[in-house]
């Protein structure tokens, strides 16, 4: 099947292209967003000799044009270990329409990268919402990644017999069972109040990776906490994983446990806020009854 990529025709009449780039550089960032190794998420694998091959540059020339684009043009990145590329304004020109076909291959595609770095350098020049989520979906997936690579388990759990085992074991077993429909419900809450309010129907990565505050002892009642910053993210019309995690993140770093501390916390902040925009004085009006006259004070020569 043939490949398509969208070139907007005004680039060649842009002010950054016609100032700071070359006849060379221009050459060069239309063969990076159009050749056949490009992708649906602006991330693709690419060596320096193919580029070299295809465009009819030398590889000496053609590391001096990537290091021209990434450092004074800031419009890409090239990891020379995994040979990945990255367009920053990929999503401007390509990421447009969704559908499901569309979604299902930018997720084959997030799965393959190696360097998931470049994932939010392609995501701050993505506009549209939906593709968005996606990407953050997998940027925060790649975190908690990262983050476990860190703990190691040094301490081994001893669990002594007692005569009446069988009796804790049956209560333990029934106290299981209630925790574990309490949360199913409050997964059904959260993924509710997601879908109907526009964070992404298709993005089930990002409701999985949500799904984890869940499991986070530090709140009194996690659910509560979590869809509490889903109704702010609405409110600041910001549906996106990542704001969503930083609120909950902030919460946890103050110590505010519960919606109620949660409440009083922005509440203070709302007052304090209200109380800098009133220190502000006001302009003074002009008097309704000011008239200017500019021949005032000026005596006629004619007369």
């Known amino acids: 099947m043939a490949k398509f990529r969208m070139v907007l025709t005004g680039f060649w ?90 979604l299902d291959c930018i997720k084959k595609e997030l799965k393959e990268v190696k360097d998931t770095s470049l994932l939010s350098y392609v995501c701050e020049g993505i506009e549209k919402e939906e593709f968005v989520c996606l990407f953050d979906s997998y940027i925060e997936q790649d975190d908690e990644k990262v983050e476990n690579n860190f703990v190691q388990e040094t301490e081994t759990d001893v669990v002594v017999m007692s005569p009446d085992t069988s009796s804790k074991k049956k209560d333990n077993d029934f106290n299981s069972k209630k925790e574990d429909h309490s949360r199913s419900e409050d997964e059904k809450e959260i993924i509710e109040f997601w879908d109907n309010n526009g964070f992404g129907y298709s993005n089930v990565n990002a409701k999985e990776q949500l ?19 889903l109704g702010i993210a609405c409110a600041n019309n910001k549906r996106r994983l990542n704001y969503v995690s930083g609120i909950l993140k902030n919460w946890k770093n103050e110590s505010l446990l519960s919606v109620d501390e949660i409440d009083s916390y922005l509440q203070k902040h709302e007052v304090y806020r209200s109380k800098q925009t009133k220190s502000i004085p006001e302009r003074k009006a002009a008097p309704k009854e000011f008239v200017l006259d500019l021949t005032a004070g000026e005596e006629n020569e004619y007369h």
């Open 211 to 229: 799904l984890t505050w869940l499991d986070d002892s530090s709140f009194l009642h996690p659910k509560e906490v979590v869809v509490k910053a």
């Open 13 to 102: 009449r842009q002010a950054f292209t016609l100032e700071k780039m070359t006849t060379d550089d221009k050459l060069f960032y239309i063969y990076l967003l159009t050749n056949e190794k490009t992708t649906q998420v602006g991330i693709y694998e690419i060596t320096k000799k193919e580029m070299a091959f295809e465009t009819g540059y030398s590889i000496e020339f053609v590391e001096s044009l990537l290091k021209r684009f990434t450092e004074l043009h800031k419009l890409i990145r090239y990891n020379p270990e995994t040979c990945e590329i990255a367009i920053k304004d990929w999503g401007k020109y390509n990421l447009h329409k969704g559908g499901k076909p569309m």
